[in-house]
């Protein structure tokens, strides 16, 4: 039994998510790309995540991923507070998202 969740949220904007649903796969954000990782949150990092990052934005989309199928190409490395986070060394296909929601800023 693995001590990760199973499942793991990618925060898109409106723009993002739009041409991730068009293209089928998403190749990252401009942070994503410059650190060559798509950068994911568990639930738990999930606040924090958008509190540090995405304060004040509107419209974004929560894209709840399933970690299993995309295999090895998950690594959990060590970010923000020694924690370990979830990090996709490939593009994400839209397969692997299970549930989306809506996120407006408070």
Not at 34 to 63: C, K, M, N, P
Request: proline share 6%; hydrophobic share 50%; charged share 15%.
């Amino acid at each position: 039994m693995s001590a990760h969740p199973a499942a793991a949220w990618k925060i898109l904007t409106a723009e993002q998510w739009a041409d991730f649903e068009a293209a089928g796969v998403f190749r990252g954000a401009p942070v994503d790309l410059a650190d060559g990782y798509i950068h994911l949150s568990t639930d738990e990092q999930l606040a924090e995540t958008l509190a540090r990052h995405f304060a004040g934005q509107s419209g974004l989309v929560l894209a709840e991923i399933a970690l299993a199928p995309l295999g090895e190409a998950v690594r959990w490395e060590v970010s923000r507070g020694g924690a370990l986070f979830p990090h996709l060394y490939a593009p994400l296909p839209m397969s692997a998202v299970i549930a989306t929601r809506l996120h407006t800023a408070e």
